[in-house]
Structure formats: structure tokens, C-alpha cells
């Protein structure tokens, strides 16, 4: 008896045990991945972790369909990996793998119908949409249910497929469908026989009354000459000569022509290389240096340095050193617009030892990208990406940058597995015995609070790179000047003045407001009815654009109304601003100038952030109007102002982050600000000048923010002095859940011996007709996080098997940020 234990691709904590033949014992490795049936009619993409020869005791082990690859594709330090982000992060090991491998590897199956042969089928018994599909199978021999769908013009198709099928006419099979397609280029070569001299005047002869066909025969001569004989692909040979690629079809019909494939990768960065040479600053060379040294006796450093004191070129300089010992390097970014800016970077260095892997890439890209770390290739030393770059299959690690390590997209919100990139690549670095650089030029609290007690290395640099000074910040008092009436729409007539000076200096500016659309409420003036969304517990954001209101959570839409709905009035009024407004006000207060958007209606698509930062690193847009995509990392030099509209509404948010994030934000947008020779200028229109964080800005003061919020943190029993685990409890029925985290929270306030608090209804308290209710577990940081969640999840298994309660869904978050 030989078998072999699998993970799905579905949310189950279990691993699944096949049986195999001897053969197939002998030949499987773990890292393959299998076919293998999965209820009653379905085939999934399973991977195998282990090979034994114990049988299961609980079900009998079904056969596997087919092996799927000839090598292990996924390796055994990435398995150990995986299982760790399942029960660190309490969710099942089947949602790891399908977080982790590119769709395109994950085969679905598809579902066939085909007529069975023998039977005998009497026509005037079939309806009409019967008969539809069993004359469609006369012509072709299986049908897929898309194609049903087509051929009747409706969507419910399964009741008549299942008629046929017991009238024995039909029946089901599951086939797999492989998604990846390599990519072929089409090249062209003359044909053998003309190789000669006499082939040769053969070939002019046969074309003197063919002109077209002779000028590209010609085309083609001139750039073998040129291109000193690289294959000629059909792309160039079209462009070269002008010509359509029926006539090339007409060469290659004569036999004049030979036309062949060549497999390449969709991504190359050859052309983008040129040699650099890097020479660090003074203070940058210190840095460096006292990285390296660090790693003699820390596996993590952070390095905190201000903005735009060159980070990037240190992490140049360290990649530089590990790849010369043969090493690969991982560079995670929070954010994918900063991709964009960074590949130019690095390319520009090491050309096509850089890859990128990120969700905007397509999944044929992302499965290149995954064969070239397989295959060791030189083409993917370097990856860049954002944090579902963690789950490559490296083999030979040297170093993480983990760039911005501040940034809560680092953290996965939904769907499982709800990993930290940062801390989940701590321990990946480990199990490669690599190094990691955590970067940021205002580190999260947790971080720095592990490098103040000596458990990572502190490198720091506090001054800008050329000696650049920091920009000068302004605080403008909003209360003020509205009373004043020196306010125009939203902008204070500070500034206004400061945006019209840059303007005539032919300089650039950023504006930030951190709230996409045109405003976020629709009033009626009458009966102060606001049109909320008809699935969640918030008011609708209205989108004058697309003249819509828009829920930002499920998605729902509807058109602007005219008259209230409540009370038929007319007299509707916007309250609050997002970008689209900023953006029309300027419109209308620098009607000359040329204004850009950038937040998450702006950048949809492909290749949305390089259209956007390309037009405005190439001074195409004066003034650039953006969501906190704007806040990270990017680099103009020709900025000299930015403004932050309002201060106040990231501050008051229910959030026990939310100074910290506020200053992190704040500090990291005015760091766009005079970048080159000039001096930066920032200006924060605030209700509340005085407040504590707006004025640790102002003086650019991390260490005594980073005071002020540990000094409340450990009042308050929050990270780092205790570890948060949150668990949120949804359903549709009010009642039934209040009911149902009243008993969990009960039961782990009693047996758990940590604070426990909850059951509490969130400020968004129902999303897409499910209401809500959190619970927070707080662990401190002396007692054992393992021992806790072991206690925690038998507590969940229990709720489970409550009769009542089973159809209540819980979400753990273990490591809330």
C-alpha cells in the first residue's frame, strides 16, 4: 500500500491522503502537483507534502487522476513556511496554497457533457431546449456548460442537463484544463534552397512580378545584414518593410519563406541596463557599513532613515554585495505603485536579474517569474514585489528588504491567509539563514521598540541625501481662516498663494487628501435624509464623474438621485471631499495649469500607476491630487509643495494606531517635498494646530512620538507589550449573532485568563447584508502566544458543534494592525 498526503486548494485545515501505485510511489516527490477527486464529481490541483505508506483510518483513500509535473515545483523550506502562516496566523493550510501559488498553476476542473453512444434517442420526446443541445452534439463531441449557456441564450441550464441525463442521453465528465501557455514569437528565415548563389537568382527570378513580395524579401536581407544574423521575427520584418502579414503568409505558402517559434519570457529588462556606478554619500557609506557589521551578530537591521536621505541606494550598494556571492534577494514593497518607479531603478543596475511578481502582473507573467526561480535562472536574482512575493520558490536566499516596513498593506485583510509580510518574512529569512534590512523613515512602534531592546540592529540616518534640507512645514489654522472668510472651496488663501508661486517658478506640487470620489455624503437640506447603501450600514459616496453614488465597501451603485428619496425635495447639498473635488476646484482656480488624480478610480488597470507617475516625473502635470498611494516612497525631484487638505480625519479615527499612523503618513507625504537643491515647502490645513501628533510633525520629532504612544500602550495593554487576536463574527441575522458572540465571548472570558473584550458592534456594524460583532483577545507578551491560540481554537471548535450557531462565520486576525 503506498499513498502520498495532499493539500487542497480549499479552506480546510486537513491535509488529504491519496493512494498511489508502486510506480507512481517510486517516481513522486513532495512539491509535485496531483489531479485528485474531491466530492463527488470534482478534480482539484493538490500538493504533495509527504510520501508514507499509512493508510487512513477515518475514510479509504481514493486514486489520484494524473501526475501534473515532472519536477517538484514547489519546495520543501516553502511547505515548512506555509504550515507556520497556517497556525501562526490560525487559518487553514488549504487557503495558504491558494494564496500562494499563481492561479495558472492552481488547474480547475471544467465540466464536460458528451452524448453517450449506445443509447437510442427518440427526438419528438425532447422540449426544445433539450433537443437544442443534442443536436449541437451531432456536430461536436462535448460541450462545455458555457456553451449551453450560449446555445440556449439563458443561464439556468442545469435543470435541462439534467433531464438528458436521466433520459440517459448525456453524461458528465470532469476534465482538467492546463492555464499557463508559454509565450511563442514568430520568426521567419529564408528557405534552405535558396541558400546558394544560383538559389539566389532562382529567387529574384521567381518574384520579378511580385513587387511587394520582392521588397520584403529585400527588407529582410538588409536587417540580416544589420542585425548580424539574429533570428528576424515577423514583428520587425513588418515594420522594417511596411508591408501587411498576408503577404509574408503568401511567402511562407510559396515556400520562400520558413516560418519557426521561439519561447520567450513576456517580461525583459535587457534594454534598461545601463552601467552604473554607485558612489555613496558620506553619511550613506557610514550606514552601509554599519549594516553589514550589524549582520555579523543580528539577522534583522532596521535602518531609519529620513526622507529622501537615499535608502534606495544602500540597498543597491547590499544587493550588489549578495549577488556577487551568488545569493538571491527578495525586495518587498508595500504598495505596487512603487514598483513601478523602483523597476526603472534597479533595471537600470542589473537589467534582467530583476523580476517583478505582484497582482497586476498577468498570471503567465507571475508563472515565468515562479519557473525562473525554479530553474536557479540568472533572469530572477533579484525579485521585486509586493508582500504574495514571500511564496516564491527561492533556493538560495541571502537577503529581504522589506521597503516602508511601517505600511499596513503589509498586512493581508481578506481573503486568509491573514499573514504580515513583514514578520512572515523575518521567518522566512530564517529558515535560509538570510539576512533582513527592515527600511522606513518613520518605523512602526513595534519595530523600533524591537531594535531600542537590542533584538534587531539600528542603523540611522538623519540627514538628507546631498545634504538637501528637510522641507519647511506650515501649519494653517482652518477655524481661522473660515472665520476670517479667507478660505476658497477648500483651499486657505495660504495655500493659494504658495501653489501660484511654485506655479510660476515652473515647479510641481502634490496635494494629498486621503479619501477617494467627490464627497462622501449626500444631504437633503429638508429632511436630512442621506441615501445610504442598501447591503451596509454606510452612507453612499458620491462620484460626480460618473455622476453615481458609489458604496466603497460591497461596491453597490446607483445613479444621483435629484429630488430626495425621503421626502421629494430638491434641495440636496455634499457634504465632506474626496480627490474629485480638490481636483475641480483647482480646475476652476488654475484653469492653465494641468491637474492629476491619483487614487483608486484612477489607476485601475495594467498599467494605471506608470501612466500616472510617468506623466508627472516628465512634468506633464503641474499639480497631482492623491489618496495615501501618494505618500510612499515615490521620488520628484521638481516638487517643491505639497498640501495636506485636512489633517484632522485621519486622527480621529477609533483606532488605537490612529496617531501613529497620522504622524507616519503626515511625515512620509511631506517627505515628497524638495527632493533636489531647493528647499521644500508643506503645508497641513488643520482644525487643531495644537494637537500633540500635528506638532511632532512639524518638528519632525519620531522619538518623542514613539514616547508618547509606548508610554499609552502599556496602560492600555496594546502591541508590543501584548499580542492581539481578533476574532469577527458575522451573520444575517441580528439576533442570532448577538446571541452567539455573547457565548464565545462568555466562554473565553472564563477560560482563557487574558483580557478578553467584546462583543462589540465595529463603527461599519453591517458590510453586504452580513452584520458584524468583534471580539479582542489580548495576550501579553511574557506568556505563551502558542499555548493561548491552542486555547483559543479548541474554544472555536466547540462554538462550532453548537447547533445553533454553526452557521455563524468567524474570522480570526491573529497580529491585528
Known amino acids: 500500500m503506498h499513498f502520498i498526503e495532499v493539500i487542497l486548494p480549499l479552506s480546510l485545515s486537513k491535509t488529504f491522503t491519496y493512494s498511489v501505485t508502486e510506480a507512481e510511489y517510486s517516481y513522486i516527490k513532495k512539491g509535485f502537483r496531483v489531479a485528485v477527486p474531491f466530492g463527488k464529481n470534482k478534480i482539484y490541483t493538490a500538493l504533495v507534502i509527504d510520501i508514507h505508506q499509512n493508510a487512513p483510518t477515518l475514510y479509504e483513500a481514493k486514486e489520484i487522476h494524473q501526475i501534473l509535473d515532472e519536477f517538484p515545483i514547489v519546495n520543501e523550506i516553502q511547505i515548512k513556511h506555509w504550515l507556520w502562516i497556517a497556525s501562526y496566523y490560525m487559518c487553514a493550510i488549504g487557503d495558504v496554497y491558494r494564496g500562494a501559488m499563481p492561479s495558472a498553476l492552481l488547474l480547475e476542473s471544467e465540466t464536460i457533457i458528451s452524448q453517450k453512444t449506445e443509447s437510442f434517442v427518440d427526438e419528438a420526446q425532447l422540449s426544445d431546449d433539450e433537443f437544442l443541445i443534442f443536436e449541437a452534439l451531432q456536430h461536436q463531441s462535448s460541450l462545455k456548460i458555457q456553451d449551453i449557456v450560449a446555445i440556449l441564450g439563458k443561464k439556468n441550464v442545469l435543470p435541462v442537463i439534467q433531464k438528458l441525463i436521466q433520459k440517459n442521453i448525456l453524461f458528465l465528465e470532469e476534465e482538467m484544463s492546463e492555464v499557463y501557455k508559454p509565450k511563442l514569437i514568430r520568426y521567419v528565415r529564408l528557405h534552405q534552397k535558396f541558400n546558394s548563389d544560383e538559389g539566389l537568382g532562382q529567387l529574384l527570378d521567381t518574384l520579378k512580378n511580385a513587387n511587394k513580395q520582392k521588397e520584403i524579401v529585400l527588407s529582410y536581407f538588409q536587417l540580416t545584414a544589420t542585425e548580424k544574423h539574429k533570428p528576424i521575427s515577423v514583428k520587425m520584418l513588418l515594420e522594417a518593410s511596411g508591408a501587411t502579414s498576408t503577404v509574408i503568409k503568401t ?19 535587457d534594454e534598461n541596463q545601463k552601467e552604473k556606478n554607485l558612489i555613496l554619500s558620506k553619511a550613506q557609506q557610514t550606514a552601509f557599513d554599519q549594516i553589514i557589521s550589524s549582520f555579523e551578530t543580528k539577522e534583522v537591521t532596521l535602518l531609519h532613515g529620513v526622507t529622501s536621505s537615499g535608502k534606495t541606494e544602500i540597498y543597491i550598494k547590499l544587493i550588489e554585495s549578495y549577488l556577487k556571492e551568488g545569493k538571491q534577494i527578495l525586495y518587498l514593497l508595500p504598495e505596487i505603485a512603487l514598483t513601478t518607479q523602483l523597476v526603472s531603478r534597479l533595471t537600470a543596475y542589473f537589467g534582467n536579474k530583476v523580476a517583478v511578481f505582484h497582482s497586476k502582473y498577468s498570471n503567465n507573467e507571475r508563472v515565468e517569474v515562479w519557473n525562473q526561480l525554479l530553474q536557479n535562472s540568472e533572469k530572477a536574482q533579484i525579485v521585486i514585489g509586493a508582500r504574495s512575493a514571500l511564496f516564491l520558490p527561492f533556493n538560495n536566499l541571502g537577503l529581504i528588504i522589506v521597503d516602508e516596513e511601517h505600511e499596513q498593506t503589509f498586512k493581508q485583510q481578506d481573503p486568509a491567509p491573514r499573514y504580515h509580510a513583514r514578520d512572515a518574512s523575518i521567518v522566512l529569512a530564517n529558515s535560509y539563514k538570510a539576512k533582513v534590512v527592515l527600511g522606513s523613515a518613520t518605523p512602526s512602534i513595534e519595530t523600533y521598540y524591537n531594535a531600542e531592546s537590542e533584538k534587531y540592529g539600528l542603523v540611522e540616518i538623519s540627514e538628507r541625501f546631498g545634504n538637501v534640507m528637510m522641507p519647511e512645514i506650515e501649519l494653517v489654522d482652518l477655524k481661522d481662516k473660515y472665520f476670517r472668510k479667507k478660505m476658497t472651496g477648500h483651499f486657505s488663501d495660504v495655500l493659494i498663494e504658495n501653489i501660484t508661486e511654485a506655479l510660476s517658478l515652473g515647479e510641481q506640487i502634490i496635494l494629498f487628501q486621503n479619501r477617494r470620489g467627490f464627497s462622501p455624503i449626500v444631504e437633503c437640506m429638508t429632511c436630512g435624509h442621506v441615501p445610504q447603501c442598501q447591503q451596509c450600514d454606510v452612507s453612499l459616496t458620491y462620484h460626480k464623474h460618473k455622476n453615481q453614488l458609489r458604496c466603497h465597501y460591497c461596491g453597490y451603485s446607483m445613479a444621483n438621485p435629484t429630488n430626495c428619496h425621503n421626502c421629494s425635495s430638491v434641495d440636496l447639498t455634499t457634504k465632506g471631499f474626496g480627490t474629485e ?22 489607476t485601475r488597470g495594467k498599467f494605471g500607476f506608470e501612466r500616472i507617475i510617468d506623466s508627472f516625473k516628465n512634468r506633464e502635470i503641474d499639480i497631482l491630487v492623491g489618496t495615501q498611494m501618494l505618500a510612499k516612497g515615490l521620488d520628484f525631484d521638481n516638487v517643491s509643495l505639497v498640501g495636506i487638505m485636512n489633517a484632522d480625519n485621519m486622527l480621529y479615527h477609533p483606532d488605537f494606531r490612529a496617531f501613529e499612523r497620522s504622524f507616519q503618513m503626515m511625515t512620509q507625504v511631506s517627505g515628497r517635498a524638495g527632493r533636489s537643491e531647493k528647499r521644500g515647502k508643506v503645508i497641513i490645513q488643520t482644525y487643531n494646530p495644537d494637537h500633540n501628533t500635528i506638532q511632532q510633525v512639524t518638528n519632525n520629532d519620531y522619538v518623542g512620538m514613539y514616547k508618547e504612544q509606548l508610554y499609552e500602550r502599556q496602560i492600555y495593554k496594546y502591541p508590543p507589550y501584548f499580542r492581539l487576536i481578533k476574532l469577527t463574527l458575522k451573520h444575517r441575522d441580528f439576533e442570532k449573532l448577538k446571541e452567539g458572540s455573547m457565548w464565545l465571548f462568555q466562554v473565553m472570558h472564563q477560560n482563557l485568563g487574558v483580557p478578553v473584550l467584546g462583543p462589540e458592534e465595529p463603527p461599519i456594524g453591517r458590510i453586504r447584508n452580513e452584520y458584524i460583532r468583534t471580539i479582542m483577545i489580548k495576550i501579553p507578551q511574557q506568556s505563551s502566544i502558542g499555548l493561548a491560540k491552542k486555547n483559543v481554537q479548541k474554544i472555536l471548535n466547540s462554538f462550532e458543534t453548537v447547533v445553533q450557531y454553526r452557521a455563524i462565520k468567524v474570522v480570526v486576525n491573529v497580529d491585528f494592525y
Not at 581 to 602: H, Y
Open 251 to 269: 511567402l511562407v505558402d510559396k515556400e520562400i519563406f520558413e516560418e519557426y517559434h521561439i519561447q520567450t519570457d513576456r517580461v525583459n529588462f
Open 581 to 602: 473635488q480638490i481636483q475641480q476646484e483647482l480646475i476652476q482656480l488654475f484653469p492653465n495649469s494641468k491637474i492629476g488624480r491619483m487614487d483608486q478610480d484612477t
